[in-house]
Structures are given as structure tokens and as C-alpha cells.
């Protein structure tokens, strides 16, 4: 038997294996019920998936079609979102321009017949829970506590410098919160005591941070006297330093939280304003804040390097492949082994889909257990893992770890 006939062979195996293993997805945006009683097409779930990141977007019309189908099928956020599409909808053949109507109408049918089919679905394909980032209301669980346990998201508060200022296409935090006046110590006190009432009533499984997109990462050290200044001024006084300055000061709040309520606080790193999200910026805060666990998003992509290194240096920096799956599939596999090789404990590397419906996230599932398939096989071929190891180190990297890292269970 040649060498890759029995790799195949060996694959095939380790996917036989882990095939029957649920999954637990650390991250997720998916949308409330009522997005999915609005008709539903195939055009719709592409543009409202990560497929749209690339630009071609189907609106309805043919060419709009043929040219995402021309220019992105390749793409590992459309090659895994075909395939979660084939598996919930029963087909086999690749999507073309020829049978985008009848696809269309079969998912069209799908949703209208069953008003929960959205998340029925992720039970139905392999989800155990999945961890739900609704940064539009953070802290909510979309009315589904079966399936989804939320984390909150504290963006919002490190814009609420003023009863009018508004967090990046978002809200006001003093509207939406009752705060109706202060101190700044005053409003600490609100977001405090706000997500401690949610974590007690099981609301919150960990803290989120996702300011990547309007920041750099490089959280700085207090300057109370900078905060205290900047609070109550309307923004159009703020100067960014003092924005930036108030910024700091509430996310090194919400690390303290993190600590005292034991939670994980997620912290997107890479893919954002790529200036400023590279991973390394992110070091003098773990070192910082030393009791708090900081769970590390999306591999630090592109610098997959920097998240390894930091985790086998701070051992309450923990690696996530968090949407690595689907951005590119070859980077997971070798971030994966990495993780693997560096981490300081096996039950800190954990993954989620980061998607929107369940289309997008069935397909990330498939892709986060190909990779585990590919790393296992790869490093049972070639000596570094024992077969009696395979089931084990499977479970955790598909469901215990997110398991115990979040809801304390296993």
C-alpha cells in the first residue's frame, strides 16, 4: 500500500471515529426569529454570510450570481457554506447558475415550514451549544436557552462617555442601561452591577471584546485623571486621545470583572484594522492582568505565530480558532498543530463558527472537524500521537474543552 493510500486510509479512519462527536461552538452572531420569518433565499443566506466579505454579492440577478459563482467558489468561506447548505438541504451537486432557483425555493420551503428550523437545525447537525455573541443586545440568548448561552459583549460601554454618544453603529449604553447621570465611578458601578445581576441568572459565560474593528488592541494602563476628564464632555469636545483614554479605562474594568466573576474574556485579535490587531499589541495587557483569562479569537490571523507564542508564555492567554476554520482552512491545520504543540494545557484550545444562520455554521462545523481530522491523522502517521489518544484528545478539542472553560461542566 503506498504512503498516500494509507494516509487516506488513516483519514478516513480518524473521520469514521469523530463523525458520531457534538460539537461546542465558543462564538456566534446568530440572527433573532425574526430574521428567519422573512422568505428566505439562497441569495439572502450569501449576503448575509461571510461570503458577502469578498464583494460579490448575489442580489437576485443572474450576472450577480455567475460572477460570485466565477470569482469566489474556490474561497474557503464559500467552499464550506456550500457544503452546510448540501448537508441541511439534502443535495449533492455543487451550486451553478442552472439549479440556484430550485435550491432557492427548497430552502425557501424549509423555513416556512417550520418557524424553529433555524435552530433545530444545529441540534439536528451536530451542535451541542454554541456561545452567542447578540452584540445588538448583549447578554441575550435570542430566546433560545436550549441551544444557545450568551456571552456579553462590553463594546458598548467604552463609548459611553456621554448621554449622547453612541458605540459604532450601535447604541447609547445610558439609554439603554438607565443610567441617568454621575460620576464616572457611578457609571462603572452600573456596568457592573448590570452584568453581574446577568451572570447570576446564567446570562453571561464569558465577557466579549471586539473593538478590533475601531482600534488597536494595545490597551494602555489607567489615567483615571484622563477618564474623569473626558466623562459627561460631549463627543464633539473629545479629542481621540481622551476617547481613547476613557476606552482604557473601562476595558481594564471589565478585566478586573472577568477575574472576580471567573469568566473567560474573549478579545478579537487579527483580521480588524489590520494596523492595529496584531496580536503582540495585546501582551502588555495579559501580563497586566494577570488573574484574568483572556481567550485569544481567530488565531491572531494572519499571525497565527504570535497567539502560540503568547500562549506558551502567559498561561492566562488561551488560543481559539474561532472563525480560523472558514477564513482559511490550511491555516487552521497548521495553527491546530501548533496549538497543539505549545499550549501549556491540552483544555485550552477551543473553536466556534462565528456565523449568522445555520447554513454558514453547519458548514464551519464540517470544516472545524476536517481540520481536527487532518491534524490527528497526520500526527498519528507520523508518530506523535497514540491511538489510544485519538478519542480523547478528539473530545476535547471538539466539545469538553469549550465545555469546562465556560460552563464549568466535565
Known amino acids: 500500500m503506498s504512503s498516500t493510500i494509507s494516509q487516506r ?43 458577502a466579505w469578498t464583494r460579490y454579492v448575489p442580489d437576485g440577478t443572474r450576472k450577480s450570481r455567475e460572477a460570485l459563482i466565477e470569482h ?11 457544503q452546510g447548505i448540501q448537508r441541511i438541504h439534502g443535495f449533492t451537486d455543487p451550486i451553478h447558475i442552472d439549479n440556484w432557483e430550485a435550491l432557492s425555493a427548497t430552502i425557501g420551503r424549509a423555513y416556512a415550514d417550520d418557524p424553529d428550523f433555524h435552530w433545530k437545525t444545529l441540534h439536528q447537525f451536530g451542535y451541542e451549544r454554541l456561545l452567542l455573541d447578540a452584540f445588538w443586545n448583549p447578554g441575550d440568548d435570542n430566546g433560545h436557552p436550549e441551544i444557545f448561552t450568551p456571552v456579553f459583549r462590553i463594546d458598548k460601554f467604552m463609548y459611553g462617555v456621554h448621554a449622547e454618544a453612541i458605540a ?12 441617568n447621570g454621575g460620576t464616572l465611578a457611578d457609571y462603572v ?20 471584546c471586539a473593538d478590533a474593528y475601531f482600534r488597536s488592541i494595545s490597551f494602555q494602563p489607567d489615567d483615571p485623571e484622563a ?15 481622551q476617547r481613547m483614554a476613557f476606552g482604557n479605562y473601562i476595558f481594564n474594568r471589565a478585566c478586573e470583572l472577568a477575574a472576580e466573576l471567573d469568566i473567560p474574556f474573549q478579545v478579537h485579535t487579527g483580521l480588524a484594522l489590520l494596523s492595529g490587531s496584531e496580536p503582540m499589541k495585546f501582551e502588555p495587557t495579559i501580563a497586566r492582568h494577570p488573574k484574568t483569562r483572556f481567550v485569544l479569537f481567530h488565531s491572531g490571523y494572519p499571525w497565527i505565530h504570535q497567539v502560540a507564542g503568547l500562549a506558551h508564555n502567559y498561561p492566562n492567554a488561551l488560543p481559539s480558532l474561532t472563525w480560523t476554520a472558514t477564513i482559511s482552512t490550511s491555516a487552521a491545520v497548521r495553527a491546530l498543530h501548533e496549538f497543539i ?40 502517521c507520523d508518530g506523535r500521537l497514540h491511538a489510544r489518544d485519538l478519542e480523547p484528545l478528539a473530545r476535547n478539542l471538539l466539545h469538553a474543552n469549550g465545555r469546562s472553560l465556560y460552563l464549568h461542566q466535565g
Request: with cysteine; charged share 25%.
Open 227 to 241: 477618564a474623569r476628564a473626558a466623562f459627561g464632555r460631549h463627543p464633539s469636545e473629545l479629542t481621540p486621545e
Open 189 to 208: 458601578d452600573l456596568m457592573r452591577a448590570f452584568i453581574r445581576k446577568r451572570h447570576q441568572a446564567g446570562q453571561v459565560a464569558a465577557l466579549k
Open 341 to 380: 504543540d505549545v499550549a501549556p494545557s491540552i483544555r485550552t484550545i477551543t473553536w466556534g463558527s462565528d456565523c449568522f444562520h445555520a447554513e454558514e455554521s453547519i458548514g464551519a462545523l464540517l470544516a472545524w472537524k476536517w481540520i481536527v481530522t487532518t491534524v490527528l491523522s497526520e500526527r498519528l
Open 9 to 51: 486510509h488513516e483519514w478516513n479512519a480518524v473521520a469514521r471515529t469523530l463523525e458520531p462527536f457534538p460539537v461546542f461552538s465558543d462564538h456566534e452572531h446568530h440572527h433573532p426569529d425574526a430574521f428567519f420569518r422573512e422568505p428566505m433565499t439562497l441569495d439572502r443566506l450569501f449576503a448575509n454570510s461571510y461570503v
Open 168 to 179: 459604532p453603529n450601535e447604541f447609547c449604553t445610558w439609554s439603554r442601561y438607565g443610567f
Open 72 to 82: 469566489v467558489r474556490f474561497n474557503s468561506y464559500y467552499t464550506w457554506m456550500e
